[in-house]
């Protein structure tokens, strides 16, 4: 009988396969990219100048495209994490759409997220309106947040930390007492591979830190000095065990 830990890197290793072949984000970022407009790589971060002089931050392994008319400005989110700089104008709302649903807003600074089976909205300055799920609208101000997705309806309106939520802006993850499975998915996003805790136990081990996202080998070996884990790498694949 295998142990443990080599199951999961069995299961690892397919997992890895499969997110270079099916979606998500492989080695050379998502699948979206291929028709996107504007696309980065797994730990990549882009600042693109839209043509009505609002800005968008593109976070790793992210795609969107644009189309701008007379009445409108639309983004659309395939893939990926995005941060948007709204400049004002009151005949044309700003609208980005991300799996069925949309937030709009005229000038404000909001971040849209798609995390696969849920979009996470959060609002940092002024005002938006999300709709989503067939659900009347929702208005979110500053310092509030909202997630909606196809397995679940739409949130209420939730308090967000902005300063940590968005810590990547200033290319940092920043953890509070987060158990280390979910801490490995947010690392994972950066990363060519994936990054796969092997136990169950190691899985609830809190994590508290203030990590750089420029030096994900540094992340790792933080990690393992400060808890009862070793990183063992293999190709695409990185193991917490």
Same mark, same amino acid.
């Given at each position: 009988?295998?142990? /443990?830990?080599?199951?999961?890197?069995?299961?690892?290793?397919?997992?890895?396969?499969?997110?270079?072949?099916?979606?998500?984000?492989?080695? =050379?970022?998502?699948?979206?990219?291929?028709?996107?407009?504007?696309?980065?790589? &797994?730990?990549?971060?882009?600042?693109?100048? #839209?043509?009505?002089?609002?800005?968008?931050?593109?976070?790793?392994?992210?795609?969107?495209?644009?189309? =701008?008319?007379?009445?409108?400005?639309? !983004?659309? @989110?395939?893939?990926?994490?995005?941060?948007?700089?709204?400049?004002?104008?009151?005949?044309?709302?700003?609208?980005? $759409?991300?799996?069925?649903?949309?937030?709009?807003?005229?000038?404000?600074?909001?971040?849209?997220?798609?995390?696969?089976? #849920?979009?996470?909205?959060?609002?940092?300055?002024?005002?938006?309106?999300?709709?989503?799920?067939?659900?009347?609208?929702?208005?979110?101000?500053?310092?509030?947040? !909202?997630? *909606?997705? &196809?397995?679940?309806?739409? $949130?209420? &309106? *939730?308090?967000?930390?902005?300063?940590?939520?968005?810590?990547?802006?200033?290319?940092?993850? !920043?953890?509070?007492?987060? +158990?280390?499975?979910?801490?490995?998915?947010?690392?994972?996003? *950066?990363?060519?591979?994936?990054?796969?805790?092997?136990?169950?136990? #190691?899985?609830? @081990?809190?994590?508290?830190?203030? =990590?750089? %996202?420029?030096?994900?080998?540094?992340? #790792?070996? /933080?990690?393992?000095? !400060? %808890?009862?884990?070793?990183?063992?790498?293999? +190709? %695409?694949?990185? @193991?917490?065990?």
């Amino acid at each position: 009988m295998l142990p /443990a830990w080599a199951v999961a890197v069995m299961t690892g290793a397919v997992a890895a396969s499969a997110a270079l072949v099916v979606g998500g984000s492989g080695v =050379f970022g998502p699948l979206a990219a291929l028709t996107a407009d504007y696309a980065t790589r &797994p730990g990549e971060r882009r600042t693109v100048s #839209l043509p009505d002089e609002s800005t968008v931050l593109l976070n790793t392994a992210t795609a969107l495209s644009v189309a =701008f008319t007379p009445q409108e400005r639309r !983004i659309s @989110l395939e893939a990926g994490e995005a941060f948007f700089e709204v400049a004002k104008d009151p005949d044309r709302p700003f609208i980005v $759409t991300a799996r069925g649903g949309e937030t709009r807003a005229v000038g404000t600074a909001f971040a849209v997220r798609d995390n696969g089976d #849920l979009v996470r909205v959060m609002v940092t300055e002024g005002i938006v309106e999300v709709t989503a799920l067939s659900v009347a609208p929702v208005s979110l101000g500053a310092g509030q947040g !909202i997630d *909606y997705g &196809p397995k679940a309806t739409m $949130t209420a &309106p *939730y308090h967000v930390n902005e300063a940590v939520a968005t810590a990547w802006r200033r290319g940092k993850l !920043i953890f509070n007492q987060r +158990p280390l499975v979910e801490v490995a998915a947010e690392m994972s996003r *950066y990363s060519a591979g994936r990054i796969v805790v092997t136990s169950e136990e #190691l899985k609830r @081990l809190p994590v508290t830190g203030v =990590f750089e %996202l420029d030096d994900p080998d540094g992340m #790792l070996r /933080a990690i393992e000095q !400060i %808890l009862p884990v070793k990183v063992v790498r293999l +190709p %695409l694949l990185t @193991l917490l065990r």
